[in-house]
């Protein structure tokens, strides 16, 4: 009995979107009648290195942002000396990980991070994995880290970071914007019917699956306003959680707050606007349910971008932490509202997840058919 072509879909915890994309791209595998498994590529890795890699990733973009956006901009060019050195250490550590593709023999591997993409690009490039990568950018921009030799296509957002993989030396013909990757429930969320006159404004206030961000602020800057419900979500933090909630009944504001949320399609689909960090799927998972947002705490780097090209598309507002509430409210007024959501809507990718399943599925086709072998069916 011959079994589906199976595709490993491997990310890293050093933020919560790359394991949402990687479980979004599972899920339209397995959607088609495929095999899908997702990894954590750390996890296959030495202890002290995976708490380290994650411990950085939080220490730099949390409690010294202005230091993590130094570091993101000087790192984003492909340094020869540099790059062989990082990237070196990297495959000695991660030699876990080229052992789990042998052993687990996939039609494809999908990564939503840069770590697996250069551990197993350089196996790619000497002939020892003959297997496709498709590495999957999860921001609108794509960092130098990106970029690495040996990946056989590249899945983006429009716009940007085309351009930036094309200028760190990636040839245009291995890119596909085919849009950041989200579950199937956020693009199924119906349209924003703006509140009627009498009717709460909802509002999900969110801080990410490690509740890191401005939350409590935020919260507070609701103080004395009505006809303003919240739903605050302050992900595995369950002392965060405590403090909102303190916070919100001290001043008497109409907030439920949770902790880490398993359903946030439905969460999403219960509000009008989104207030948070501009994460990449944070940003997506709101664009494909057509929800604006209010952004807050944005980080230098990354989120920085993504917040560039939110404003730049109308499809969000940048407010301090503590003018969110009045901005909020200021909404019910006018059409800005109908309008931030129709733009969000505009520039969602509801099935982006089904276009890198394509990538993938279309690439070990090409690998099959270069091989010798009888071509994949690409047909669920």
């Known amino acids: 009995m011959s079994h589906p072509p199976l595709i490993l879909v491997f990310h890293c915890p050093a933020g919560g979107g790359h394991k949402a994309a990687a479980d979004a791209v599972a899920e339209a595998a397995r959607r088609r009648g495929l095999d899908a498994e997702v990894v954590d590529a750390l996890s296959l890795t030495p202890p002290w290195f995976s708490r380290a890699y994650v411990g950085a990733h939080f ?33 000695a550590l991660g030699v876990g990980v080229k052992r789990f ?19 197993l690009g350089h196996e790619r490039l000497r002939g020892r994995l003959r297997v496709p990568i498709v590495g999957v950018v999860t921001d609108h921009r794509a960092h130098a880290f990106w970029a690495e030799r040996g990946i056989d296509r590249f899945c983006t957002p429009a716009g940007r970071p085309p351009r930036d993989l094309v200028r760190h030396g990636i040839s245009p013909a291995a890119i596909v914007a085919t849009g950041i990757p989200v579950r199937a429930a956020f693009g199924a969320i ?5 509140p009627r006159s009498g009717e709460p404004l909802r509002v999900l206030v969110t801080s990410g699956g490690f509740g890191i961000g401005p939350v409590t602020e935020v919260v507070r800057s609701f103080a004395g306003l009505s006809g303003v419900e919240l739903v605050v979500v302050c992900g595995d933090n369950p002392g965060r959680a405590d403090r909102v909630a303190r916070v919100a009944a001290e001043l ?4 439920r707050v949770v902790g880490f949320e398993r359903d946030m399609p439905a969460r999403m689909a219960e509000a ?29 780097g990354q989120e920085a971008s993504n917040e560039q090209w939110l404003l ?13 509430g009045r901005a909020v409210w200021g909404l019910r007024h006018g059409d800005r509202l109908a309008s931030l959501a129709l733009a969000a809507r ?9 276009r890198v399943v394509d990538v993938a599925l279309h690439a070990a086709g090409s690998v099959a058919a270069r091989a010798g072998s009888p071509r994949l069916s690409t047909a669920a």
């Open 312 to 324: 730049a598309n109308g499809a969000a507002l940048s407010v301090r932490p503590g003018a969110v």
């Open 272 to 300: 009008h606007v989104l207030v948070g960090k501009p994460g990449g799927l944070t940003v997506s998972e709101s664009l494909a349910a057509g929800r604006p947002m209010i952004l807050v705490g944005t980080c230098p």
């Open 190 to 194: 119906p349209a924003l019917v703006v």
């Open 59 to 91: 220490a730099g973009s949390e409690r010294a942002p202005a230091l993590y956006g130094h570091a993101y901009q000087a790192l984003d060019w492909r340094a020869p000396i540099a790059d062989g050195l990082r990237c070196g250490f990297d495959r």
């Open 101 to 119: 593709v042998a052993a687990r023999s996939p039609t494809a591997v999908v990564a939503t991070h840069f770590f697996p993409m250069e551990v």
């Open 252 to 255: 008497r504001i109409a907030a």
């Open 346 to 354: 505009d520039l969602g990718a509801p099935d982006a997840a089904d």
